[in-house]
């Protein structure tokens, strides 16, 4: 049961919630979340099993995409829902042309502070948990990426958004920030997270379902399809059986890297992926960073071609 479910998390239960609810499934096999979800938000939430949580770095940088609505008017600590409110104003007319012009505004490169009510730590300790003792500590900005974003007026005092952005953003800073350019302010009221990489909420089964799964295992995305925008540099048996080992001289028979700080995964003719590989920049050739066990198939895949290297192995 190697591999990556894909969970579409209802409301009211933690992301660490949902794979603790998984556990009895699993059994034997490790497991982990990608991307936590607050509490209140629902949507696609990766969960890696088996073999597929050495892999997890290497799916968490990807790109997101969530909808929702933000709350106009109302300010609250958490800058969502669940906070408590600290300022109220009144709404301005929602003019379509106004909004289009904050999309514009808001939309590429930006510098964002993380809220304290987040995972973030601070010396080993959540920031939110200090957020609910009233301790408010400074907070270093990171730079994101909003792809694109649409603001929609649904009510005299709501809005409805789609967002693609970058690792890292924190909708709920995005959605007050929306609220104080319209000069009343407003908080996160729902969010749904539809897109994470290239994993899709249509694909992903509701926690109940799966909690109640008839099959033995459950319905994994292969490790080799879920790290499918990674370049994929393919191995004879005895060659992967060295890279099992460890042995980062049988790297030498591989393609040379197309670019610096290139990662790509190394799959055996039957489909297993073998090892993550990346380029050392000082050497400009591949090292070896993640190695898997057989057990890694990608299940149902068809025999990839074999390439030939340039040295013998």
Do not use: N
């Amino acid at each position: 049961m190697d591999g990556v479910l894909l969970v579409d998390k209802p409301a009211g239960i933690t992301s660490a919630g949902v794979v603790r609810a998984l556990k009895r499934r699993v059994g034997k096999y490790k497991i982990g979340h990608l991307g936590t979800l607050d509490p209140f938000a629902t949507g696609l939430l990766p969960v890696c099993i088996g073999e597929a949580t050495k892999v997890a770095q290497f799916l968490s940088a990807e790109d997101k995409a969530y909808t929702g609505c933000i709350r106009l008017g109302i300010e609250t600590d958490s800058l969502d829902c669940t906070g408590r409110v600290v300022a109220r104003a009144p709404t301005p007319p929602l003019d379509q042309r106004v909004l289009e012009s904050i999309c514009a505004r808001f939309a590429g490169e930006c510098w964002q502070t993380p809220p304290m009510f987040s995972a973030v730590k601070r010396s080993g300790v959540p920031l939110y948990r200090l957020a609910r003792r009233g301790i408010e500590v400074e907070r270093a900005p990171r730079r994101i990426e909003v792809h694109r974003l649409t603001l929609k007026a649904i009510a005299p005092a709501e809005l409805e958004f789609g967002v693609e952005c970058s690792k890292g953003t924190y909708v709920r800073v995005l959605a007050a920030s929306i609220g104080r350019e319209l000069g009343c302010g407003g908080h996160l009221g729902v969010l749904r997270r539809t897109r994470f990489g290239g994993f899709d909420i249509r694909d992903a089964y509701p926690l109940a379902q799966l909690e109640e799964w008839p099959q033995p295992s459950l319905p994994v995305v292969p490790i080799r399809a879920a790290l499918a925008r990674l370049r994929e540099l393919l191995v004879p048996p005895q060659i992967a059986t060295l890279l099992r080992r460890g042995q980062q001289g049988v790297l030498a028979c591989l393609p040379m890297p197309d670019a610096s700080g290139e990662t790509a995964k190394v799959v055996t003719t039957a489909g297993d992926v073998v090892a993550i590989v990346e380029v050392d920049v000082r050497r400009g050739r591949w090292r070896l960073v993640r190695t898997l066990s057989v057990s890694a198939r990608a299940e149902g895949s068809a025999p990839a071609k074999l390439y030939k290297p340039q040295t013998a192995c």
